[in-house]
């Protein structure tokens, strides 16, 4: 199926449409914007609010254009106060509504942790379901260009820790757009964590609107020798290593969670069934994140499976750096995975 390929940029995904003129590309950006645009157009329960929503540039033009649209009553600008507009947005989902609140950085959802945690993701457990919080929160990740210790942490860990939440990390332009869908339909509130470097990234995405149900990853690429589990921007890092790694002749399953609460254990397990080996990668640091919670699954339910130790390609346990030469060092890619894959295959 079309929409289970990465691309690596967009002239690999121009050869794909000389061969399939049915292909639809769009950036990962534009996949985001049409969702909400498709939205906004069918469902007047539908709004988005979050700071500077309305701005010129649109969050990184995922929002460009839809407060001229449809008014700064759908599409509202907020003020400064994180935990403020989060209480506003959860009482909106508590009162039928289906709002979408972005926040620019991940970092300063940090403030609005005693909405999402002891609100938000307790109200319908707290109340015996008699009352849902269908909730969207999108949060943007990852590195900048020198956006340093406040404005780049990856904190998906973080809100896996909370019972009641979803958390979501769509990887491609057709999932980012499907998994935004299915994320305003749930009646749970839900974490959608966007990684920047993926903005550019171009990928096959159908016109109409769509769902992916969440809960469920997927194989993007089938391989005998290592299975690679990769969170979000660390796909494309995945892809890249394996392809190199097919020149010595190791091949490598490649599994997108796509969500990380709830995960799909099963298909993990049955990769590793099939390979024997497994490298977490993620975009998070690697004490208490999200790499050992994959580890872990595989540990206390598949070990006798393992040929080796599990290898994790993540974060060391610093703040992020601002320095371009720090950068380098601090962020892991490709020739991480190479390296840990090699260590499991030996």
Sequence with gaps: MPWTKVYSDRSEFDLAVEKDPALRGLTYRDAILEASTQLLESDSDFFILGEG???????????????????????????????????????????????????????????????????????????????????????????????????????????????GLKVVMPATPYDAKGLLVSSIYDDNPVIFIEHRGLYETVGHVPKELYNIELGHGVVRREGA???????????????????????????????????LLPMDKGIIIESVKKTGRLVVADTGWKEGGYSAEVSAVIAEEAFDLLKA????????????PASHVLEAAFYKGENDIIEAVKRVVR
């Design 53 to 163: 929503v309305d701005d010129p540039g649109g969050v990184f033009g995922t929002t460009k254009g839809l407060a001229e649209r449809f008014g700064t009553e759908r599409v509202m600008d907020t003020p400064l106060a994180e935990n403020g507009i989060t209480g506003v947005a959860m009482g909106a989902a508590l009162a039928g509504m289906r709002p979408l609140l972005v926040h620019m950085r991940v970092d300063f959802m940090t403030i609005s942790l005693d909405q999402i945690a002891n609100h938000a993701a307790k109200w319908s457990y707290m109340f015996g379901g008699a009352v849902n919080v269908p909730l969207t929160i999108r949060a943007i990740i990852g590195r900048g260009w020198g956006s340093a210790a406040q404005h780049s942490q990856s904190l998906q860990a973080m809100f896996t820790q909370v019972p």
């Design 225 to 259: 020798d290592v299975t690679i589990v990769a969170i979000s921007q660390m796909l494309s890092e995945a892809i890249k290593a394996a392809r190199r790694l097919s020149n010595e002749g190791i091949e490598c399953e490649i599994i997108d969670l796509r969500t």
């Design 309 to 320: 130790p599990v290898q994790r390609v993540a974060l060391p346990n610093v703040p992020t």
